[in-house]
């Protein structure tokens, strides 16, 4: 039999709309430190802790009782009543049977969402800098994306940004808070005026709020979704990726009224089916048992991003402080370099992974995102690579 591939002349072999979609701007980095010991990585959003020992406990447990079936498609209900119970805590109410979904991670949610509410033609406003899915995966429904650039702003959207920007075609509006890649929080007050907008045009505000449990000094995390009439117009993402150190796990969920609901689970019964079972078992006890774990993990980060905010002041280098997350956004403009040249350089000379910050759409050019989920010795001397450039290459 031969090895030889057969010819296809066809042009149109592949989607154009796959063909026009880049890859991943993080993975790009992440892919140039794999097998690499002499590279301190501050680039992939990924907690150095391993998932707490009471969720994988619970997960052999259930595997050794040989419940490794499919569940429903909305997921356990057990999963679903203790997300109720969660969601609670932060002012919102859900109904458990048939307004929250388990979905495999909350990028599946993203996609079955924008999937279910977009129609060719439609705009959705993204506010950027932000984390890298959400503008192919619009686009990827024939939608206009409409980019509101938060830079301006300090790094978070305003009602008033928010108001400029919606036009008669406006469907959506996508936020993210505490905020990938930035860190930062959209404080309470601009939130609630953010929320009045919504109500006012009648959009739908997609809110991700994945770091919530990861905010520091005196913040409190505040859903949209928590405002007074706010429920009909909010999509609240979560998952247990982060603050539970679950990345691997791939479980997450959205919550939304009933009547969206009924078209996202659809999508999600013929791509996904359901969620892992085991990672749904061990969610239920991340909820009921692992609030200690993740407050351990959030004051390491918290002591982390103290260190690197410091260092960067050192340096001259301007930055945000970020209230949330496990990312800074330092301003590397001084330097003259592009945001993609000193990542590059970073990792060729110095050894040090960042990812530029212009992968993350607008406003995000000038500057680069570092994790400091990632052990604190090494961010100490990543810290000093980094001065060590900033020396050779600041103008």
Same mark, same amino acid.
Do not use: H, M, W
């Given at each position: 039999m031969s090895d030889k =591939?057969? +010819?296809?002349?066809? @042009?149109?072999r592949f989607s154009e709309k796959m063909l026009a979609t880049p890859p991943s701007g993080i993975r790009k980095f992440f892919d140039l430190i794999i097998g690499r010991d002499d590279?301190? $990585?501050?680039?992939v959003g990924e907690p150095d802790f391993a998932t707490p020992w009471c969720i994988r406990e619970e997960a052999y447990y259930h595997l050794e009782k040989g419940h490794t079936s499919y569940t429903s498609n909305w997921g356990l209900l057990a999963l679903r009543e203790e997300i109720a119970k969660y969601q609670a805590r932060y002012g919102m109410s859900y109904n458990p049977a048939d307004e929250i979904l388990i979905t495999i991670g909350v990028s599946e949610a993203v996609d079955a969402v924008l999937? $279910? *509410?977009?129609?060719p033609g439609d705009e959705i406003i993204v506010c950027e800098p932000c984390y890298v899915s959400y503008q192919p995966l619009a686009s990827l429904c024939d939608t206009k994306l409409v980019h509101l650039d938060t830079s301006v702003n300090g790094f978070y959207p305003t009602a008033e940004q928010l108001e400029a920007a919606i036009t008669p075609k406006t469907k959506a509006v996508m936020i993210c808070s505490p905020s990938n890649p930035t860190g930062r929080m959209i404080p309470k007050d601009e939130l609630e005026k953010i929320a009045e907008v919504v109500k006012k045009h009648q959009i739908w505000v997609l809110s991700d709020e994945v770091y919530c449990e990861l905010v520091y000094d005196d913040n409190k995390h505040c859903s949209i979704g928590a405002f007074e009439g706010m429920k009909p117009y909010s999509i609240i993402f979560n998952g247990f990726s982060k603050a539970f150190a679950m990345t691997g796990w791939r479980i997450g969920f959205v919550c939304a009224p009933k009547e969206l609901m009924e078209q996202v689970v659809k999508l999600h019964q013929y791509s996904s089916i359901c969620a892992p079972i085991m990672s749904q078992y061990g969610a239920i006890e991340g909820l009921r048992n692992g609030a200690a774990e993740v407050e351990r993990m959030r004051l390491s980060y918290q002591q982390r991003r103290n260190l690197m905010q410091h260092a960067f002041k050192e340096m001259g280098l301007p930055c945000a402080e970020p209230e949330g997350a496990f990312y800074i956004f330092p301003d590397i403009r001084q330097t003259g &370099?592009? $945001?993609?040249?000193?990542? !590059?350089? &970073? *990792?060729? +000379?110095? !050894? =040090?992974? =960042? =990812? @530029?910050?212009n992968v993350f759409g607008a406003g995000g050019e000038g500057f680069i995102r570092c994790c400091y989920a990632t052990d604190i010795n090494k961010i100490k001397i990543a810290l000093e690579r980094i001065r060590a450039m900033l020396e050779k290459y600041r103008k």
């Open positions: =591939v057969c +010819e296809n002349t066809r @042009p149109d590279i301190i $990585s501050l680039g999937r $279910s *509410i977009l129609n &370099l592009s $945001s993609e040249e000193f990542a !590059q350089k &970073l *990792i060729e +000379e110095y !050894q =040090v992974a =960042v =990812v @530029p910050g």
